[in-house]
């Protein structure tokens, strides 16, 4: 075949990147390092990287960050990523073409990020391999069908258990990985900050936890009283996100009742004896376009103060202990009181508001009292992605078979919680319909296992893996 001039398109390499299993090819960076993609990202449909959150392994060195993907490397700079701090969480640049060996890839905070090669891994170039795919709509509709739909509920749902309980087991291996490097507190709270900032501000949250480490806040908290203790906490962590009124180049703040909270939490940053020796996070690297008012990083920060005071006197292993022991270890109840800790009803000054400029909100919006700074459905989804499979590794750490097995009885008997893009997909795709599986998908064990089914098979196309487990 003739050499393609074009490159090949973006959406195309999307595709590629997402859909092609890379764990069982030695990927190397253009300069010669060794990749491993252990977790690909989520797709980023706003502005900003192309995918968000992946995990990555470079000449050894585990990376957690966002992935860019350009047809041409060049494009980087072209597209004036290297000028851009929304680009500062990138930790791979995936690239195709004529990519020379010297190239590199520099973010705007100085950082190089190393640079891969997609074409010198694939069977031929990317710009080739689009004009040989057949376009999406000439492949027949059996050809995509999924292999489970022919299957009995009790095999698709032994099938799910199965896939559940190796996400669960992954999940606890990450927090075992982290675990090498930091106190559990500290393991914690990171994992906890990342779900509070939901999709679009998981990198900032993240990198929040880092720059102001839990065991610094309790060294200026423990002692205080509780309402003293909240409103320290919040200004510390507000002011190492860089999300306080002063920090910002915006509108002065008007409004009596937002300038009476300001001037006090302002203050104590102000006295704050770490402030200086703090990396501040800058303002722009908050996403709060596109975002519910409700979801504002500066309410979830708020509603992250919380917790952590929550945990401070007894360490986050300890209450979690006790409140499966509140709920007699039995595994409906035990999943329920653990919610407790992480649900946080709105008070005082976020009863009423989102944030500190509110002039480009509804009159609506501005005058609505919120119930929740982090609401049930949140808590439910941090019991099942952080409490559940980090204690589990705390298990394994202490051998402490008791816990381990009552944590996986807490896992089984969970009750679904809200569904996501792709577990609806899954449900479409395995029972033909985003409703379907009522009798197969009754907790979220099964809802996991959707999700392990589409990230760990269905994107690399071995379905025989599925069909081998319903004979099993």
């Given amino acids: 075949m003739d050499k393609v001039e074009e490159p090949a398109r973006e959406g195309f390499l999307y595709q590629l990147w997402l859909e092609r299993g890379f764990s069982s090819q030695s990927l190397r960076t253009v300069d010669g390092r060794a990749v491993e ?38 494009d980087w700079f072209l597209h004036g990523h290297h000028r851009d701090p929304r680009y500062n969480s990138v930790v791979l640049h995936v ?12 973010r705007q905070d100085g950082t190089l990020v190393p640079t891969l090669n997609l074409d010198a891994f694939l069977e ?10 057949l376009p999406v709509e000439e492949v027949s509709e059996e050809a995509n ?18 896939a559940g309980d190796v996400r669960l087991a992954a999940k606890a291996q ?3 990985e982290r675990r090498q490097t930091d106190s559990w507190e500290q393991v914690f709270v990171e994992a906890i900050f990342e779900a509070l900032g939901y999709s679009k501000n998981q990198v900032p949250f993240r990198n929040l936890a880092k720059n102001l480490p839990v065991a610094t806040l309790s060294k200026y ?27 910002s180049a915006g509108k002065a703040v008007i409004d009596p009742e937002v300038l009476d909270y300001v001037i006090e939490i302002e203050q104590y940053w102000l ?26 990083p500066t309410r979830r920060i708020a509603g992250a103060a919380v917790i952590l005071l929550r945990f401070m006197e007894e360490g986050f292993v300890a209450a979690l202990r ?39 909100l509804e009159r609506g919006q501005r005058a609505k009292a919120e119930l929740h700074l982090v609401g049930p459905d949140r808590a439910k989804d941090i019991v099942v992605n952080v409490a559940i499979p980090a204690l589990l590794a705390y298990a394994d750490e202490t051998d402490d078979g008791r816990l381990r097995n009552l944590l996986k009885e807490i896992y089984a008997h969970y009750p679904m919680i809200s569904e996501n893009e792709i577990s609806r997909a899954m449900r479409k795709q395995v029972f033909g319909t985003e409703e379907g599986g009522v009798q197969c998908v009754t907790g979220v064990r099964h809802q996991q296992g959707l999700i392990q089914l589409k990230k760990a098979i269905c994107q690399s196309g071995p379905c025989a893996q599925c069909l081998q487990l319903s004979l099993a």
């Fill in 37 to 74: 993609v252990r977790e690909k990202g989520a797709r980023n449909y706003d502005a900003g990287p192309d995918f968000l959150d992946a995990l990555i392994v470079i000449g050894g060195e585990m990376l957690r960050g966002d992935i860019e993907i350009h047809p041409v490397a060049g």
């Fill in 271 to 296: 006295d704050f004896p770490e402030r200086r020796k703090l990396e501040i996070l800058k303002p722009e690297a908050w996403q709060f376009f596109r975002l519910r008012p409700q979801n504002f």
């Fill in 174 to 176: 990450r927090f075992a």
């Fill in 124 to 133: 031929m170039p990317a710009d080739q391999l689009q004009e040989t795919s």
């Fill in 95 to 106: 690239v195709t073409m004529d990519c020379p060996a010297n190239f590199r890839t520099l």
């Fill in 221 to 247: 908290l423990w002692n205080d009283p509780p309402d003293l203790a909240q409103k320290k906490c919040e200004a510390y962590l507000l002011g190492a996100a860089g999300l306080l009124p002063s920090q």
């Fill in 145 to 162: 069908r999924c292999q489970l739909v022919k299957k009995s509920a009790d095999v698709i749902q032994r099938i799910l258990e199965w």
């Fill in 322 to 360: 006790k409140a499966i022991a509140n709920g007699e270890c039995q595994p409906e109840s035990a999943g329920r009181e653990m919610e407790k800790l992480f649900g946080v009803k709105a008070g005082g000054f976020w009863c009423k508001h989102f944030c500190f400029d509110e002039s480009n």
